[in-house]
């Protein structure tokens, strides 16, 4: 009794801060229809001086070819490699989309009881929305999904034509996460009048577009808005406490059944607010510590209402794992057993695509996983597609959830205006991955400034936000600063470091590796007490250069830097160290630079998902520690590519 008290103290915090309105994926179902719109789009990028010009000459209000010259983009991708042309592959300001489609008439003729809304899975960065020539919203920040009811403009226009024209700009200023800056060249000796570059502090290329899926549904005009659940388990029996907003209407009923994978009703309730009981629950446990890994019941919410006089229906169905976290001093527990992070950072980035969804790349990706026997990865270094979230649901991959907060590196970053959208941003990644059980750990930044004097509020307001909106999840942000200096240390339940000893520090020196690293885990240790994750480490390696003995760059110098970083690891996980990250799971663009050849070669994998020799050594220490650490019986085998 005492927990399902606390669960449901637990939920009631979770609403308090959160944003207003939910952003349940859109799911069909007997209540709902889909139109999905990806494919291609008409596009247009704003050259003018001033980046200005749709605006002034409004070309939301007619079709986009009507105002010039349009070519053929497709969505979900990014703009930047899809043509010939080197300046859209580097432009900053505005751009163009547009899509004209026609909409099923049973949409448009029960209007009473008939919601439309558009959603965009994520552009990037700033967004303005119009269908049919009115605006219907605007969104700041390009990781994250917005939406809007279309339904008065669509059932009240003529015809079912919908021409929906969204704007969006990639610039990145101090303000913005990531943060950016522009530079203007006013040298005119030098550059063209008006000549400018976008700055940025982060080591990836600035994609930008339409990165998602953009898709049209339906619910019924009294629908279900959002749900929260939280879970626990004690002996033989697993609780599931839900919280359902409902919109519309203050007159409505609410069932609800957990149904096992097979079908079976394993548990039902009433009401928008109450606990649900399973005797003998199958556990959502993360992959190789369990012979069923990533188990998902589905809870099947279903409302009913009176709307003019008629019975209306809306149904949900949401999938939930049941699983506990729990951080002590020293070890990580999931389900109340202690869990090593063997795992990577990634990525979303590929060849052509940049950073678009692509279900072949995911599937392979995750292969990819599965063969490592990686067990988890970080968003590096912001949320990644709802897709990619629901696999690492399914599939028992546990994730460190990162916002986009990468680059704050200047004081201008720590402002009041920095820190409120930051804020929003917190909100905005809770409310659409707090039902995942894959997600771990929140992390609300990667490599600040973090010595800087402003950073202590700072990052003790964003941490303390984000654990009043889910009092659930432990909260971390993953630093490279020096342990004595760190002013937003104090603040994290788990200390995530990152260090490149013999790359960016003694460049060379494999020797120096144990030495300094071990010093590193003791210093962080001994100030905080709280258990370390090695959230990234490594060394580029270019595919199909050797050299013996090992030279930087040399795929034997990449095996000789993970080796020396491993045989750490192995005296300090038993101790206080969770976890290790490697830096990077694959080959990844970046801008132009002197230090970079065609991107960032850290990956173990290439660009095009073929290992290098150290994606091998990984192999054999993941599976390893997957056996040591493993409650499966007998010990775990694994395949061959």
């Known amino acids: 009794m005492a927990l399902c008290c606390a669960l449901c103290l637990l939920l009631l915090c979770c609403q308090a801060l959160a944003l207003g309105g939910g952003m349940l994926y859109p799911r069909e179902s007997a209540s709902r229809e889909l139109k999905e719109l990806n494919g291609l789009w008409s596009f247009r990028a704003d050259f003018s001086a001033q980046r200005d010009k749709g605006f002034v000459q409004q070309w939301y209000r007619k079709p986009l070819r009507q105002s010039g010259p349009v070519i053929d983009m497709p969505v979900p991708a990014s703009f930047n490699e899809l043509t010939q042309d080197p300046n859209l592959r580097q432009y900053t300001g505005w751009v163009w989309y547009e899509k004209e489609v026609l909409l099923p008439r049973s949409w448009l003729l029960n209007a009473l009881n008939t919601r439309v809304v558009l959603r965009v899975g994520c552009a990037h960065y700033y967004s303005i929305v119009w269908v049919n020539g009115v605006q219907v919203t605007e969104h700041e920040g390009g990781h994250l999904p917005f939406e809007a009811d279309i339904s008065k403009i669509v059932q009240g226009s003529p015809g079912a034509l919908c021409r929906i024209t969204i704007a969006l700009n990639n610039t990145l200023t101090p303000q913005t996460l990531p943060p950016g800056s522009i530079q203007f060249m006013t040298d005119e000796s030098k550059y063209p009048r008006g000549y400018f570059v976008q700055n940025t502090r982060f080591d990836f290329f600035n994609y930008a577009g ?14 279900i808005d959002d749900i929260t659940v939280t879970t626990a388990w004690a002996g033989n029996i697993g609780v599931v406490q839900y919280q359902v907003l409902v919109r519309g209407n203050t007159r409505y009923s609410l069932s609800l059944n957990l149904r096992e994978k097979e079908g079976k009703v394993v548990a039902t309730g009433e009401g928008p607010i109450g606990k649900l009981k399973v005797v003998e629950p199958k556990l959502w446990w993360p992959y190789l510590m369990h012979e069923n890994p990533g188990y998902l019941y589905y809870l099947e919410v279903k409302l009913s209402a009176q709307v003019g006089g008629e019975l ?39 060849d052509i695509r940049g950073k678009g969804l692509d279900w072949s790349l995911i599937v392979k990706d995750f292969n990819l996983l599965q063969w490592l026997g990686a067990n988890s990865f970080r968003t590096s270094h912001y949320p990644y ?38 804020l929003v941003v917190m909100e905005e990644l809770i409310r659409r991955d707090k039902n995942r059980p894959s997600v771990v750990m929140w992390s609300v930044a990667n490599e600040p400034a973090s010595e800087l004097s402003p950073a202590a509020y700072y990052f003790k ?84 250069l050797h050299n013996d003995p090992p030279l930087m760059f040399s795929e034997e110098y990449q095996k000789a830097v993970l080796k020396e970083y491993h045989s750490v690891f192995d005296k300090k996980r038993k101790e206080y160290v969770i976890g290790e990250l490697i830096w990077n799971f694959a080959d990844f663009m970046t801008d132009q630079a002197t230090s970079r050849v065609l991107g960032n070669k850290k990956g173990i994998f290439t660009r095009q998902r073929q290992p290098k020799a150290a994606a091998f050594v990984l192999r054999d220490r993941y599976w390893k520690l997957a056996n040591e650490s493993s409650c499966l019986r007998p010990t775990l085998t694994y395949y061959n590519l």
């Open 312 to 350: 209306s229906e809306d149904v949900y169905t949401l999938p939930v794992g049941i699983r506990t976290v729990l951080v002590t001093s020293s070890q990580f527990l999931i389900n109340g057993k202690p869990f090593y992070f063997h795992g990577v950072n990634k990525h979303e980035d590929a």
């Open 210 to 223: 339409i990165h998602r899926p953009v898709v049209l549904y339906t619910t019924p005009s009294v629908y």
């Open 385 to 422: 597609a709802e897709e990619i979230m629901d696999l690492c649901d399914a599939y028992g991959i546990v994730v460190i959830d990162e916002c986009p907060s990468v680059g704050m590196r200047d004081p201008e970053n720590f402002g009041n205006k920095s820190l409120a959208h930051h």
């Open 461 to 544: 307001t964003v941490i303390t936000h984000t654990k009043a909106i889910d009092p659930t999840r432990p909260v971390t942000f993953v630093s490279n600063a020096n342990y004595a200096h760190d002013h937003g240390a104090p603040y994290v339940d788990v200390i995530c470091v990152n260090s490149y000893f013999s790359w960016y520090h003694d460049a060379g020196h494999l020797e120096v590796i144990q030495l300094q690293l071990n010093t590193q885990f003791e210093n962080w240790y001994k100030a905080y007490q709280k258990p370390i994750i090695q959230s990234e480490y490594g060394a580029d390696a270019i595919a199909g």
